[in-house]
C-alpha cells in the first residue's frame, strides 16, 4: 500500500504561481511513475504531468512551458512548480503514483488538492 497526501493548493492571481506537493508513505520502495492529474466541474481527469523512476517526464499540451514536475526520492516528495497560472488552470489536482509487486502495477491516488486561479 501506498499513501499519497497533497499539499500546496490554493487561490491565486492569474500570471501568479504555485508549488505542489505530494507526500507519499508506505511501500515507497514500489514506486516507479508518479504524476499530477487534474479535474475540473463537470470535466474528465486531465494529465498534467508525469516524472518515472528514471527522471523522464511528460507534460500535458495545456501546461508545457508553465508547470514543472520533480521528485525528490529520499525525501519521498512529488513537487508541481506551477507558473504562469490562467483561470483555465482551476482544478482539483491529485497526486498519483504507480507501483511494481511480483510484476503487478498497482495504482494510488491522494484526496486532491485545490486550485482556483481567479482575481
Known amino acids: 500500500q501506498v499513501q499519497l497526501v497533497e499539499s500546496g493548493g490554493g487561490l491565486v492571481q492569474p500570471g501568479g504561481s504555485l508549488r505542489l506537493s505530494c507526500a507519499a508513505s508506505?511501500?515507497?520502495?514500489?514506486?516507479?511513475?508518479m504524476g499530477w492529474y487534474r479535474q475540473a466541474p463537470g470535466k474528465q481527469r486531465e494529465l498534467v504531468a508525469v516524472i518515472t523512476s528514471d527522471l523522464s517526464t511528460n507534460y500535458g499540451d495545456s501546461v508545457k512551458g508553465r508547470f514543472t514536475i520533480s521528485r525528490s526520492d529520499a525525501k519521498n516528495l512529488l513537487y508541481l512548480q506551477m507558473n504562469s497560472l490562467k483561470p483555465e488552470d482551476t482544478a482539483a489536482y491529485y497526486c498519483n503514483a504507480r507501483s511494481l509487486l511480483a510484476s503487478r502495477v498497482y495504482e494510488y491516488w491522494g484526496q486532491g488538492t485545490q486550485v482556483t486561479v481567479s482575481s
Open positions: 508506505g511501500n515507497i520502495f514500489s514506486i516507479t511513475t
